[in-house]
């Protein structure tokens, strides 16, 4: 039985599968009726409107609904998208057994212990029918999948089949006769009542009450259970029904019984504690699945998947009888597989599906189907194996593959069967089983024993090319060489379900439920990638991309890592072979499929992985590729360039162009965006860069007169500063018009500002400090007496900035190397076209506008409209507007921005050691050392289950910051961070560990600390201690097992000693004014003295627990903490004093006995 799903509750007393989602109802015997979702493991609503048991529920096969019946009498109609109770049906009179919907029509069908079976009308929500003739409960009534026929079990111990040809004429279909008819028919009734309903057979031959019973879904035939503890199978026809045969072997009350949906096998299950598989063909019993303390009440089948649901005492169990992967096996464009007891060839180039040869099963009995198939294309054989899970019945069969066949009646193959778990070929003639004893034995092909190999246990073998295998253990997949009868390789995967190779053998990809690993051909892990929906299937393709699935879809994964989605999927597939953009592959039913994908994806990052540029160069022009996961792709990567090469959006190509460092692009993006915000962005790069023509301009595009004008004065350009005064001036703002002369070095026009500004004694002193004598006199001349209390300090020093030497006119220079390949091409595309500053849309040669003070006219806003000699104002636009020409610019030198082969870039950053340490380590010590807190996270959540980490914000930030060092390089410049390795000796450049600051011996410390805090008696201090260290543990790097065990320990220690300090704490806060509240407060700490504790802490505990409950005269319990202190061994004083202690109560005890 393989267990897909499993829940905890209290007693499942009904269940039912929705027809098409995957969902189920169960009905509890609490009043509950929960609904979940098997695939995702959720609960998704639950309804509990009923009072007493739930016995029955039912979805309807098309409608959003679904029906329930309990103890209360009450049948419910419920809508489950609309979370709620439609209406209640009332008329029985005991409690409700079963209910279920019709398949066609809008009835309902229930049975109850008023002895009646009623059929419902859920439309017209009355009762239509109401058949009675058992004496007992009626414990369950079902309709005919397909036909008129209603079968009923009761407690009187017969099995009724009811016809209800007559109901459903009546209320479904009217006859020809319209309406005369039907009210001519509805007169004809027989002795007993209507004849709706009337019994066509009475099936007696249980020996007590019947509990279940069930048509098959295709054939004449009944099965029941009852309380004789057996299960009958009956056939029928028209005029009458028997009982075929007996199974027996259940050892109570038969619950439940069905039909398997599409094999010869039935199924039931008792209060026996076991679900029994029969088959149907020879009635005797193939499997048997228990549970140690549940008793199971019902069982349920899906009616189009291979799953089955049984409720027992504290929940249900979701379970498949079998494997539904499809054996097969590819060789180059063949695909052998076995279907219907046949092996069959899909040929994928031209689709031919032909039958090979027939395989030989024993009589018409039920063999378990095979699991796995091995081929060999030397000898043209196969070994197909059939694993039950349990080793003694597990077996493989050898044939040989006729080379001429006949396809429309193949040939009775004649294999060679015998016990093993699996069976894998090895050589041209020899292959290798794994026995039941789970030892390796090789074989030729005479299925002779040529040779035992010792290996290493294993529960698992895989094919690993010739003369090897991988050994599958617990937590370990082996590379075995079988020659040399040794391990060359090991990598760690619990539970790995399949191998796949690529087609040179050069890499492999282990399977597991979530997990795949991607390895080379020593084993050495490349990628590992986690999926929480089951992995169903993988194929390499032939580029060397590994393309899987779930159950959902089909995704890829290259061999560093990086994965996505392809396409969804309805229904779930197992890969045989991928193609290009064709995927063969075999479904659940053992049908071939071909589906098609787009593989553009890989194969560009794969491209991309390579190095292959001109492949990439190639997809981005011609291929398809949108979407911001692509561009978030390559960023992440390190190619923002490339995205450059096919995205569209402005604002995109923009951010992209910024973090490449790509000011061409950046410029033309931010003069199609004109936005201030984008203008900003790119003054930061370009002064980044030393580009302060590009800077330039974006100031004067954003009208940023303080920054344009301090560009000017570091640049050293004094005849635009001296523009940038008389600017200011026309603007009307005195700061910058102050500054600007500042920074021109211009004392008059200073002295003349403060002037007019009304700061009459700083121009004076301006003018004095300057040695500018007449100007001095005449502003002293024209303030007064007050005004003039001012004296010149005598060391007073000129403020003016020190001339430049010389004028900056390039750009500043860049690192040289080599353009990339994106670049070239693009330059390539782009060659005789515009180019940087040099290309702005118009550069206006300065004339004589900047000398022409009195030329500057002002726009409405105060702005400057136009610079240069009168009647220029029309031809050359707003000298400070929004337009191209904002400020007249300088003639460029030719090469000052020119796009050449030899253009300086930006170095391309490397990976860091922190990043190394994330790549390299699954532990999250390293993560958080990293300052990765979301990975960090991620994996504390996975691996040991914490959702709240706000408590171990300090740890992270320990972690952070304990893992690197910095030093000052220069004064200017940041610092620069180291990143100590614990591993220095072998770490290299991509091998590096983080050096992990907080230690185990750092944590036993503190354990000591804590130890001494809980000994004084500060309980509080200590808890906090204690947490601290239980936050440390995972945070911490162990190096050997004795390390582990330690941890483990120091986890367990701080378990106990926070759960029994905190009692002690909640205790001491207890009230003791009465006699409950001091019994209370002795019981906790009874508690606290079965903590597992230190023998110091642990004698003073019992001691205070001893002497609590003396006072309340309890001397027997103190007898037995008295006792439990001296198995500790205590100092002599003490241990003299408990014996007192004992005698004392031994005094007391004694008259107790005495009279007893």
Known sequence: MLTKFETKSA??????????????????????????????????????????????????????????????????????????????????????????????????????????????????????????????????????????????????????????????????????????????????????????????????????????????????????????????????????????????????????????????????????????????????????????????????????????????????????????????????????YVKDRYLRLYEMGTSKDVAVMQLKRNGGSYRPPVSSMSYNPAENAVLLTTNTGNADSSAYELYNIPKDYDSANPDVAEGKRSSGVAAVWVARNRFTVLDRSHQLVVKNLRNEVTKKVPAATCDMIFYAGTGSLLLRDSEHVTLFDVQQRRSLAKVKMAKCKHVVWSADMSHVALISKHYVIICNRKLDTLATIHESVRLKSAAWDDSGVLVYNTSNHIKYALSNGDNGIIRTL?????????????????????????????????????????????????????????????????????????????????????????????????????????????????????????????????????????????????????????????????????????????????????????????????????????????????????????????????????????????????????????????????????????????????????????????????????????????????????????????????????????????????????????????????????HAAAGSLETAMRLLHDQIGIVEFAPLKPLFMQAYSTARTSFVALASLPPLFTYPHRNWQDAGAKKGLAAVGLQLGTLVQRLQSAYQLATQGKFNDAVSKFRLILHGVPFIVVENRQELTEAQQLIGICREYILGLSMEVSRKELPKASLEDQKRSSEMAAYFTHCNLQPVHLMLALRTAQNLFYKLKNFKTCSSFARRLLELGPKPEMAQQVHISLNVYSEHLCPVWISV
Not at 162 to 181: C, F, H, M, N, V
């Open 11 to 336: 007693r499942v007393k009904g269940v039912a599968f929705h027809p098409n989602r995957p969902w189920i109802l169960s009905s509890l015997h609490n009043g509950v009726i929960q609904l979940w979702d098997y695939r995702m493991c959720t609960l998704i609503d639950r309804y509990d409107e009923h009072d007493g048991p739930v016995r029955g529920v039912d979805f309807h096969c098309n409608q959003p609904i679904f029906v329930s019946g309990g103890d209360d009498y009450k049948i419910k109609v419920w809508n489950y998208k609309q979370k709620r109770c439609l209406f209640t049906l009332l008329g029985h009179l005991d409690y409700i057994r079963t209910c279920f919907f019709h398949k066609e029509y809008p009835w309902i069908l229930s049975s109850s212990d008023d002895q009646t079976i009623r059929v419902w009308n859920w439309q017209s929500r009355n009762c239509i029918c109401v058949i009675t003739g058992h004496n007992h409960y009626v414990m369950c009534a079902q309709f005919h999948p397909s036909e008129d026929l209603i079968v009923s079990a009761s407690l009187d111990q017969t099995i009724r089949v009811w016809d209800i040809s007559g109901l459903r004429k009546k209320t479904a279909q009217p006859g020809l006769g319209g309406l005369e008819e039907q009210i001519k028919g509805s007169g004809q009734t027989d002795l007993f009542g209507s004849s709706d309903a009337i019994v066509k057979h009475v099936l007696e031959g249980h020996d007590r009450g019947v509990n279940w019973v069930t048509f098959h879904p295709t054939m004449p035939l009944i099965i029941s259970g009852a309380d004789d503890r057996q299960v009958k199978l009956w056939r029928m026809n028209d005029t009458k029904a028997w009982e075929v045969d007996t199974c027996r072997g259940h050892y109570n009350n038969v619950s439940c019984a069905l039909f398997h949906p599409r094999q010869d096998l039935i199924l039931s299950n008792s209060e026996d504690k076991s679900i029994r598989v029969w088959d149907m063909s020879k009635r005797t019993s193939i499997q048997t699945f228990r549970r140690e303390n549940d008793r199971f009440w019902v069982m349920a089948a899906h009616p189009t998947l291979n799953l089955f649901v049984a409720g027992h005492d504290t929940g249900l169990v979701v379970f498949k009888l079998e494997r539904e992967r499809p054996p097969y096996a590819v060789y180059q464009n063949k695909l052998y």
């Open 570 to 926: 309805d229904l779930p597939i197992y890969m045989a072979q991928v193609k290009g953009n064709t995927v063969y592959c075999l479904d659940r039913e053992c049908k071939t499929r071909v589906l098609s994908i787009d593989s553009t994806e890989f194969k560009f990052k794969l491209a991309l992985v390579n190095r292959k540029y001109d492949e990439v160069l190639h997809m981005v022009r011609n291929a398809k590729l949108v979407g911001q996961a692509i561009i978030a792709y390559l960023q992440k990567k390190g190619y923002p360039e490339v995205a450059l090469h096919f995205v569209k959006d402005e604002r995109t190509r923009f951010a992209l162009a910024l973090e490449c460092g790509n000011i061409e692009i950046a410029l033309e993006s931010a003069r199609a965006l004109d936005d201030k915000e984008c203008w900003d962005k790119l003054s930061d790069m370009a002064l980044a860069q030393g580009n302060h023509q590009v800077v330039e301009m974006a100031y004067q595009r954003t009208k940023n007169f303080s920054r344009l004008s301090f560009l000017y004065l570091i640049t050293g350009n004094m005849e635009r500063l001296k523009k940038m005064v008389k600017i200011a001036e026309i603007r009307k703002d005195t700061a910058s018009h102050y500054h600007n002369a500042l920074f021109v070095g211009d004392v008059r026009e200073r002295i003349k500002i403060l002037r007019t500004s009304g700061q009459g004694p700083l121009a004076y002193l301006t003018a004095v400090t300057h040695g500018l004598t007449e100007e001095a006199e005449e502003i002293k001349q024209s303030l007064g007496e007050e005004e003039m209390a001012i004296a010149v300090h005598p060391r007073a020093k000129l403020l003016r900035p020190p001339p430049p030497i010389l004028q900056s006119d390039q750009n500043w220079p860049l690192l040289t190397t080599t353009r990339s390949f994106f670049e070239q091409s693009a330059t390539a595309r782009t060659a005789g076209g515009p180019k940087l500053v040099a290309d702005f849309d118009a550069v206006v040669k300065v004339e004589g506008g900047w000398e022409d003070d009195e030329e500057v006219i002002l726009d409405e806003e105060g702005l400057p409209a136009a610079v240069g000699e009168e009647g220029e104002d029309d031809e050359e636009g707003g000298g400070w507007d929004a337009g191209d020409d904002d400020l007249e610019l300088p003639d460029l030198e030719p090469g000052s921005a020119s796009v050449s082969e030899g253009y300086f870039v930006p170095p391309t950053k490397g990976t860091s050691q922190a990043q190394v340490w994330c790549n390299n380590s699954q532990l999250p010590a390293d």
